[in-house]
């Protein structure tokens, strides 16, 4: 290999080459309790709420199943119960957008963010696609309705940040067999730091624990992932798009030995196998 050839990469605050993220939808009584578990360890989610659903009260029903409470949190409560993590929109009625028209689907999008920026207090940039469903123009709408972000329901089984973050592919359903399996891959620190930085990104929805009987999974997991709090940053949707966008937009020299932070925000390169190099804001760090 070329002695001067050097291989950059981004890292997330502090020079740590992980992230873990959640995402649940529905905004369901359940996030009270999901949202407190994830709290009471540091770890960080991201709710996709339907601003027209809150305060629905509601049991599904289904012959051969025991009734399922999938009520909504109400706008009174929204937040105390999301406190730490971020409020995100799901579309106001939870519709299928592609099959809604243009004016419907521009309607669905922004009257959600209008509400939940209301009742939240902050900014609204993050999106999860209703059904998960989408296409080209259900994209451009979100974009000029100035949402930086959209979760599909594509599951990878992998850690890489998405090149389009209006396609935000997770890396796992919390249902998913592979799940612990998954988090074990990703808490191995011996993985090597090439090819980027690691995100662990898992999704799902609150009332799927009420009707499997199965809150161990997800206590289980975020026991897991507690401790490498000073390994990993624990990060909301928006948290990472944020920071990735603000590295995206470092000025490089031609010769790339040198890099220029436009940003607010101190920026963090990898350098090779172990190096890390912060970036201030505002700076110019030569790197070669
Ligand atoms: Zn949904």
């Known amino acids: 290999m070329n002695p001067n050839m050097k291989i950059f990469h981004m890292l997330f605050p502090g020079g740590l080459d992980r ?5 649940y939808d529905d905004g369901v009584v359940q996030d009270r309790r999901l949202s407190e578990l994830c709290r009471s360890r540091g770890v960080k989610c991201t709710f996709n709420l339907n601003s027209g659903t809150l305060g629905r009260v509601e049991t599904a029903t289904a012959p051969g199943r025991e009734p399922l409470d999938i009520s909504c949190v109400t706008s009174e409560e929204l937040q105390t119960v999301y406190a ?19 004016p419907g689907a521009m309607y669905e999008i922004i009257t959600d963010r209008v509400n939940l920026e209301k009742l939240s207090g902050g900014a609204v940039q993050s999106f999860a ?16 309705a100035g949402f930086r972000s959209a979760r599909t329901v594509r599951s990878t089984g992998a850690f890489a940040l998405p090149g389009d973050f209006l396609e935000w592919d997770p890396t796992c359903h919390h249902d998913d067999p592979r799940l612990m399996e998954l988090l074990e891959t990703f ?19 609150a009332y799927e624990f009420d009707a499997r009987h199965n809150w161990d999974v997800i206590e289980r997991f975020l026991d897991r992932a507690a401790p490498l709090g000073g390994k990993v940053w624990f990060a909301t949707n928006g948290e990472i ?44 760090v030569r790197l070669l």
């Open 84 to 102: 730490g993590h971020e409020v995100a929109a799901h579309g106001l009625w939870h519709s299928s957008l592609p099959d809604l028209g243009t």
């Open 19 to 23: 992230a873990l993220t959640l995402s």
């Open 187 to 205: 808490c191995d620190d011996a993985a090597p730091r090439f090819g980027g930085p690691r995100l662990f990104y898992l999704w799902g929805h």
């Open 241 to 284: 798009v944020r920071y990735t966008e603000a590295y995206r937009a470092l000025v490089w020299s031609a010769d790339g030995g040198a890099v220029t932070n436009p940003t607010t925000t101190a920026l963090w390169i990898g350098v090779g196998r172990e190096g890390a190099v912060e970036v201030p804001a505002g700076a110019t």
């Open 129 to 144: 696609y209703p059904f998960g469903t989408f296409n080209e123009d259900v994209k451009t709408l979100l974009r000029l």
